[in-house]
């Protein structure tokens, strides 16, 4: 069991919508035709959500990710984050969103080989300036916290598959995110390593933190409270947990 995560900041009204999208589109120009990735997504995510993005290959939940990741932005429609419409902000602005309200976890755990365990934690706080030594006992308290307190000085390669997420959900935790968003998190792992970082994710959302994460595997949806099913850029249904 994990310890409890303590969260130290402010966010959204508890119960209140944490992140919100109005009659949003993406569209692609692709040489001389026009590719529709969202064609009017509209959806409110509370505070402690847990929602799986579901859909076939060009459903439109890689972009959907994309953009409430703040790596994109919509074309048309309005993206609120926390209180903050930043469907306008520009590049600087939205890698400070990124840095403040946002935690990602990627299928290929994105870890820095170079570094350890305690490095690749310490990166978020880094950018954000924090002193080292509370930076180290950030880390330190996160990697105990996923259960990998004694791995502190390994490097990844000296981890298995799903330890290295383990560390790669603590990088997304140091600064505190309002949101987690997890692409595929469980797509390099075996089925009980995957279960155990799905059942990690049920943890961090039971202590409050709000999740969102894209799968195309139903057993790993299961966890989520709510399951949204795209299909040609629009929600084809919308099951769970409104």
Same mark, same amino acid.
């Given at each position: 069991?994990?310890?409890?995560?303590? @969260?130290?900041?402010?966010?959204?009204?508890?119960?209140?919508?944490?992140?919100?999208?109005?009659?949003?589109?993406?569209?692609?120009?692709?040489?001389?035709?026009?590719?529709?990735?969202?064609?009017?997504? @509209?959806?409110?995510?509370?505070?402690?959500?847990?929602?799986?993005?579901?859909?076939?290959?060009?459903?439109?939940?890689?972009?959907?990710?994309?953009?409430?990741?703040?790596?994109? #932005?919509?074309?048309?429609?309005?993206?609120?984050?926390?209180?903050?419409?930043?469907?306008?902000?520009?590049?600087?602005?939205?890698?400070?969103?990124?840095?403040?309200?946002?935690?990602?976890?990627?299928? @290929?755990?994105?870890?820095?080989?170079?570094?350890?365990?305690?490095?690749?934690?310490?990166?978020?706080?880094? &950018?954000?300036?924090?002193?080292?030594?509370?930076?180290?006992?950030?880390?330190?308290?996160?990697?105990?916290?996923?259960?990998?307190?004694?791995?502190?000085?390994?490097?990844?390669?000296?981890?298995?598959?799903?330890?290295?997420? #383990?560390?790669?959900?603590?990088?997304?935790?140091?600064?505190?995110?309002?949101?987690?968003?997890?692409?595929?998190?469980?797509?390099?792992?075996?089925?009980?390593?995957?279960?155990?970082?799905?059942?990690?994710?049920?943890?961090?959302?039971?202590?409050?933190?709000?999740?969102?994460?894209?799968?195309?595997?139903?057993?790993?949806?299961? &966890?989520?409270?709510?399951?949204?099913?795209?299909?040609?850029?629009?929600?084809?249904?919308?099951?769970?947990?409104?």
């Amino acid at each position: 069991m994990m310890n409890t995560l303590a @969260s130290t900041r402010p966010s959204a009204t508890p119960g209140g919508a944490l992140v919100v999208l109005q009659d949003v589109h993406k569209t692609y120009q692709m040489g001389a035709a026009e590719v529709h990735a969202l064609a009017g997504v @509209s959806i409110s995510i509370p505070v402690g959500g847990f929602w799986a993005i579901m859909g076939p290959s060009g459903s439109g939940k890689s972009t959907m990710l994309n953009l409430l990741g703040c790596l994109d #932005r919509p074309t048309r429609g309005r993206y609120v984050l926390n209180g903050e419409n930043v469907d306008t902000l520009d590049d600087d602005a939205l890698s400070e969103i990124r840095l403040r309200e946002l935690g990602f976890i990627f299928q @290929s755990f994105n870890l820095i080989p170079q570094l350890t365990v305690e490095e690749n934690i310490e990166l978020p706080l880094y &950018y954000q300036g924090w002193e080292a030594r509370r930076s180290a006992d950030q880390a330190a308290r996160l990697a105990a916290m996923v259960g990998l307190g004694d791995r502190l000085q390994h490097r990844p390669t000296e981890l298995s598959g799903g330890q290295q997420q #383990r560390v790669a959900v603590a990088r997304a935790l140091a600064n505190d995110p309002s949101v987690l968003l997890a692409d595929e998190p469980t797509g390099n792992l075996d089925s009980a390593t995957g279960q155990q970082i799905m059942e990690l994710f049920a943890e961090l959302n039971g202590q409050g933190k709000t999740i969102i994460l894209v799968t195309h595997e139903p057993h790993i949806a299961d &966890y989520a409270k709510t399951h949204l099913h795209m299909r040609d850029g629009v929600i084809d249904r919308l099951d769970g947990e409104a």
